[in-house]
């Protein structure tokens, strides 16, 4: 199996299309249900935002930061695995507060 870098993974990610092959794991749905209420914003964060930051967290397991549309002081937060046939699968999903990624809170 191949273990993809951030760069190929981002590339990846930017390749993307409506016609891409994008599954849903029911931990994905749950946490939709949960959360967003509609799995549209991640699709659409996916497919058309920039991604505000990308980190690995272990083998083809990478966590998107994007910005939240909906809620504006909020970030929303993508976990993805990409398959070695390059489709992706949404793991979960959860917002963060902004200021935690723009360091408003450093040094407190």
């Known amino acids: 199996m191949r273990d993809f870098t951030v760069k190929e993974a981002y590339e990846i990610i930017k390749s993307l299309d409506s016609g891409s092959q994008i599954y849903m794991t029911k931990h994905f749905h749950s946490s939709i249900n949960l959360r967003h209420k509609k799995s549209d914003i ?11 930051g990308i980190q690995k967290q272990e083998f083809n397991k990478f966590k998107l930061t994007h910005e939240h549309k909906i809620r504006k002081s909020q970030d929303l937060y993508l976990i993805i695995v990409i398959n070695d046939n390059e489709t992706i699968k949404l793991i979960t999903t959860y917002d963060g507060n902004k200021t935690r990624r723009l360091g408003e809170n450093e040094g407190r």
């Open 42 to 52: 991640c699709i659409e964060a996916l497919l058309n935002q920039e991604i505000l």
